[in-house]
């Protein structure tokens, strides 16, 4: 299997039968949560199929630091995103002015047969100029050997319009050209994107998989990074453990203010949250879903959840809702994140999703 990959073997073995038989797809759609290892199996797969040929030092491109000396594997890996340069690029150019961002598309390409967009600018999305830089960049000859690699990161990140704007290149690719795009779940995608791709569905990797995982990067807090990281090996190792109880300290108050406890102690919990420009909803997202699956399990007699070390909280608060109450939670949440991709405000959004609750409780 590919070198440092955990979990989705048949996922794995199934394009690496593609590059021994030389019968690959030209667009493949990698769906699965966040850090299941969807970009992780790309880059994974570029160095395998780019392998082939010998390349020559070049030096960075868009990440930051030289490549000189580097292999092959070493320079694909460093446009890994979950890096930290990677996120400090990504994080100073939310800063730039749109104008200057359209002049000059984010991509990361450390090798130059391997290329990787990715959401950037203050609602994290794929830009138009992005894909016209794609187009562009796809007809260019590949420098080494007789393929280039690209990914498109998140592309359920893309407006449909920006997702039709790639239609011409998926159905007229350069026949050296392999695209890749990521996406959490595949039908935020428009259907002619998806029509036109291969799709492949990346699950929550095993108990036994994890910790051999945790093993071999010698993670601290295993155990809880491990339980909260819900068999994504990427999340596991990404995590800021103490922003995500800080962040998830928040959601219990709101989640108690809606289910009929104290409204005064969530606005309490949530002014830092609303004051913080840089305190994205996006963050508080999937831990506010995790939170909700905790409460359905303890709901229905199950003990082992996610957020075990605040389980007891969660008990006492699974037994003063509703089945109803929680579907009527995970449709807010659904809401809340088309909204915060029009960068509707905070405050009021999330004090509104709190009242709509109490009086489904009602």
């Given at each position: 299997m590919f070198e440092?990959?955990?979990?989705?073997?048949?996922?794995?073995?199934?394009?690496?039968r593609m590059i021994a038989a030389h019968r690959i797809p030209q667009t493949i759609l990698l769906s699965g949560p966040e850090g299941v290892g969807k970009a992780t199996l790309v880059r994974r797969f570029a160095v395998r199929l780019l392998s082939d040929a010998t390349p020559q030092p070049v030096l960075t491109m868009t990440a930051p630091g030289a490549s000189h000396g580097?292999?092959?594997?070493?320079?694909i890996e460093q446009?890994?995103?979950?890096r930290e340069e990677n996120r400090t690029v990504i994080a100073e150019r939310e800063k730039w002015t749109g104008e200057k961002r359209t002049d000059d598309p984010l991509f990361?390409?450390?090798?130059?047969?391997?290329?990787?967009f990715c959401p950037e600018g203050p609602l994290r999305q794929i830009s138009l100029p992005q894909m016209r830089l794609l187009r562009e960049k796809a007809q260019l000859l590949p420098s080494r050997g007789h393929w280039r690699v690209f990914l498109i990161d998140q592309f359920d990140r893309a407006t449909h319009q920006?997702?039709?704007?790639?239609?011409?290149?998926?159905?007229?690719?350069?026949?050296?050209?392999?695209?890749?795009?990521?996406?959490?779940?595949?039908?935020d995608l428009p259907p002619t994107i998806r029509s036109r791709s291969v799709l492949f569905h990346l699950s929550p990797i095993s108990d036994k998989e994890m910790?051999?995982?945790?093993?071999?990067r010698g993670l601290k807090d295993?155990?809880?990074?491990l339980a909260l990281s819900g068999g994504c090996p990427g999340l596991a190792l990404t995590m800021d453990l103490q922003a995500y109880e800080k962040r998830r300290t928040a959601l219990l108050a709101l989640l108690e203010a809606a289910a009929g406890g104290s409204f005064a102690q969530w606005v309490q919990r949530s002014e830092s949250l609303i004051a913080s420009k840089s305190e994205k909803l996006d963050l508080y997202f999937k831990i506010l879903y995790g939170l909700l699956e905790d409460l359905l399990l303890l709901m229905h007699g199950k003990t082992t959840v996610r957020n075990q070390d605040i389980a007891g909280e969660l008990t006492r608060l699974a037994s003063k809702v509703t089945f109803a109450?929680?579907?009527?939670?995970?449709a807010f949440t659904d809401e809340l994140i088309g909204l915060q991709r029009r960068n509707v405000q905070k405050g009021p959004s999330l004090d509104q999703g709190v009242v709509r609750l109490r009086n489904a409780l009602a």
């Open positions: 440092k990959f955990w979990g989705n073997a048949s996922t794995a073995a199934a394009l690496e580097l292999s092959l594997g070493e320079k446009d890994d995103l979950s990361f390409s450390t090798y130059p047969d391997f290329v990787t920006v997702a039709d704007s790639l239609l011409k290149t998926l159905e007229e690719p350069p026949a050296h050209l392999i695209l890749f795009m990521t996406a959490e779940n595949p039908f910790l051999s995982f945790a093993e071999s295993a155990n809880k990074r109450w929680i579907r009527e939670a995970i």
